[in-house]
């Protein structure tokens, strides 16, 4: 039976057309257990700069004093989105395990620094055991497998939110998940519109937390994502508004557009 994400690529690549703009801008608000929410705009522009904000009046600034983000890992999770729209597969995920620092050693490792900024600690915990299980004398394949769905998932996340604007890379992160068997989807609504529910199960975070992911079930948009152990309450919260906009409208503070 097809995957519903490899419906959705097809649909996507389909129906939608190169979109106007040359950046994505994406607001969350994030709530980590009783913390209060932290708001944050985020501009992912085209060419690979990266400026954040704590709000979309904050990012003129930010644009003005040259205050670029990136590290590099950004661009190459886009890339390897990009790449796997209509690309190979197994080709494709081994691109998106080292778009970050990995223990794999499929091909040329990644060397961008850090891990993703968007995930939480428990995740990042759970993405540290895979490490070590990775280098103990000697991992299973189970465990190595694992590991490596572990990095496709969370890159193909970071991909989805920094990409959300670009539905070529929508369609090629929906394409890498289709690959994870980890990984269950259900229909659902949220807010009155039809989407996706994607959960990332245990075995992916070493037992430890699962992931939800939520996206439009016509766009492949991301709309929420939750973290935390199950049954428990979650302890992370994301939300996300997704549009896109030219760099040149947010330097010069017009949020009107979009």
Known sequence: MR???TTLAAFIQASEKPPPGNATLVISTQTNGSSPPQVGA??????????WAPAESGLPEAIADHENLANGVDAR?????????????????????NATPN?????SAGTGAGQGRKNSAAIKAARRYHEIKAHSTPPTRADRQEGIDNYIW?????????????PQVRAGVLRLLSTVPEVTVSHSVTDGQPTLTLTAGRALFAGIVQQVLTINAKTGIPISSVSGIPGQKPSSVVTFRVSRVTVADIAAGDFMNH
């Open 3 to 5: 995957s519903p994400l």
């Open 42 to 51: 985020n501009l992912y522009t085209d060419s690979g700069a990266y400026y």
């Open 77 to 97: 999770e886009v890339a390897a989105a990009l790449y796997a729209e209509n690309g190979d597969l197994a080709t494709a995920r081994i691109q998106m395990v």
């Open 103 to 107: 223990p794999f050693g499929l091909g």
């Open 154 to 166: 969370n890159n193909c996340v970071d991909a989805l939110t920094e990409g959300a604007g670009n």
